[in-house]
C-alpha cells in the first residue's frame, strides 16, 4: 500500500509518532511531504521517502522571498498530487491558507483516484480561538466532506464533528493520540536539570509549557500564585517556557508577571524551545499545569507522559479519559485562581508527589502501554485498509 502524508509544516512530534508507527508494516511504502528541516528524521525508516515542499525562512526575509516560497509549497504539493501514482492521501494539518489547503488540495487528491484521509485535530480551531466565520466553516464543511475518511483523538471530537457539521458517524474513527517519542531524552537527572535552570532541590516546582496563548490559561496559573498557602509559597518556583502564538496576549502575561508579588519566583522563557532543551524543563519540575480554557485534547499531556511527569489539567475535552485520577495527575475541578492553587497545593501533599520516583516510573509505564505509536500504527493503517473494501 502507498500512504502520502501532507503534514502541511504542522507539528512535527505528532508526524514523526505517526510515521514510526506506520513504518513497521514494511510492505507499505510511505511518502512523506513536510519541511526541509525534518528530513533527517525518517532515514532509519527504509520504506520512508521524505520529500520537502517548505522552507522555514528568518523572520527578516523579504517578502518576495516569502511570497516565492509559498508559491513553491503549493505548486510541489500540487505537482506530486498531478503525477504521482494514487494511494493513500493522509492530510494533517490543513490551515496555513484555508482555500487553497481546505478546497484545491484535497479535490485534486480525490480527482486523481486518492483515497484522503484527514486527521481532524481541531474540530474548528476559528471557535476556539474566537475567529469563527462564515468562509471558516463553509471550508471546513466542505474538507470533512470531501474526505473519505476523518480520524480525531477522542469520543467527544467525534460526536462534535457530527453535531456541528453534520458528518456520516461510519465516515469518522477515534485513534488515540500518542506519545511524543521525538523529544531528545538524555537521561538528565531531576537535579541536573534543576541545575541547569537555578533552581533549588527544595523548591516545589511547577511548569507550564507550550504556545502561549489566550485559551491556555496560563493568566490563570499567575494568578494563582496569590492564594498558594505560605507552605507552598515559600518554597516555590513555576517554569514558563513557549513560544508566543499572540502578541496581545503574551503582553498581558508579561504585565501580569511583572505586577505580580510573586514575581521573583517565576522563571519565564518565552521562545520557542529547542529540542535539545525541552528535557531539563520536564526533569526539572514537579508537575505540570495545563488550566486550559478549551481544547480538545493536547500533546503537551503526552510530552509530559513520556518523561514520567504529573499533569494538572482542567476538565475540559479528553483531559480526565488520557488520565488516572491520583496516579497521572489531577482535575482541576473549576478553572478559576482560588481552585487551582486548592488542586496545586493538594498535589504537594498528595502520595504522587511524596513519592515522585515511583510516580514518574509508573507513569512511564503506563503511557508505554496505552499510548504507544506501534498499536496506534496499526490502528490507523486499518482505518486506511477499510476504504480499500
Known amino acids: 500500500m502507498k500512504v502520502s502524508i501532507f503534514n502541511g509544516a504542522g507539528q512535527v512530534d505528532y508526524l514523526y509518532g505517526l510515521v514510526s ?176 535552570l537555578g533552581i533549588r532541590d527544595n523548591e516545589k516546582t511547577v511548569l507550564f509549557f507550550g504556545n502561549i496563548d489566550h485559551y491556555k490559561g496560563l493568566d490563570i496559573l499567575i494568578k494563582c500564585l496569590d492564594f498558594l498557602p505560605d507552605n507552598i509559597i515559600d518554597n516555590f518556583r513555576l517554569l514558563i517556557a513557549g513560544n508566543s502564538k499572540d502578541e496581545n496576549y503574551t503582553g498581558k502575561i508579561l504585565s501580569d508577571i511583572s505586577d505580580s508579588t510573586h514575581s521573583q519566583l517565576i522563571n519565564y522563557r518565552i521562545c520557542y524551545i529547542p529540542d535539545e532543551d525541552v528535557e531539563q524543563y520536564f526533569t526539572a519540575a514537579d508537575c505540570i499545569v495545563l488550566p486550559y480554557r478549551k481544547i480538545y485534547q493536547s500533546g503537551v499531556i503526552f510530552m509530559a507522559y513520556t518523561f514520567g511527569l504529573p499533569i494538572i489539567v482542567t476538565d475540559i475535552g479528553n483531559f480526565k479519559n488520557d488520565m488516572l485520577e491520583g496516579k497521572t495527575g489531577m482535575i482541576i475541578k473549576e478553572n478559576t485562581p482560588e481552585m487551582l492553587s486548592k488542586t496545586i497545593t493538594d498535589f504537594f501533599s498528595s502520595e504522587m508527589y511524596l513519592k515522585l520516583s515511583e510516580t514518574r516510573g509508573f507513569i512511564k509505564k503506563w503511557a508505554i502501554e496505552n499510548y504507544g505509536w506501534e498499536s496506534i500504527g496499526k490502528e490507523t493503517r486499518n482505518c486506511y485498509l477499510k476504504l480499500f473494501k
Do not use: C
Not at 520529500?51 to 505537482?79: A, D, E, H, M, T
Not at 487528491?109 to 484522503?116: D, L
Open 21 to 196: 508507527g506506520l513504518a513497521q508494516f514494511k510492505e507499505d511504502q510511505i511518502n512523506v511531504l513536510d519541511a526541509d528541516v525534518t528530513g533527517d528524521l525518517f532515514l532509519q525508516y527504509p520504506n520512508v521517502r521524505y520529500i520537502p515542499v517548505f522552507r522555514f525562512l528568518p523572520k527578516n526575509s523579504s517578502f518576495f522571498s516569502k511570497g516565492l516560497n509559498i508559491v513553491r509549497f503549493y505548486f510541489r504539493q500540487i505537482w506530486y498530487l498531478l503525477t504521482s501514482s494514487p494511494g493513500i492521501v493522509h492530510f494533517q494539518w490543513l490551515d496555513r491558507y484555508k482555500l487553497i489547503d481546505r478546497l484545491i488540495l484535497p479535490t485534486i487528491a480525490r480527482m486523481m483516484g486518492n483515497k484522503v484521509v484527514l486527521t481532524v485535530h481541531n474540530i474548528n480551531a476559528g471557535s476556539r480561538d474566537n475567529k469563527d466565520s462564515k468562509i471558516n466553516r463553509l471550508t471546513l464543511k466542505y474538507l470533512y466532506r470531501i474526505s473519505n475518511h476523518l480520524i480525531v483523538h477522542t469520543p467527544l471530537s467525534k460526536s462534535e464533528l457530527i453535531t456541528e457539521f453534520g458528518t456520516q458517524d461510519s465516515k469518522i474513527s477515534v485513534v488515540r493520540h500518542g506519545l511524543n517519542n521525538r523529544v531528545s531524552h538524555k537521561g538528565l537527572k531531576s537535579r541536573e536539570g534543576r541545575e541547569l
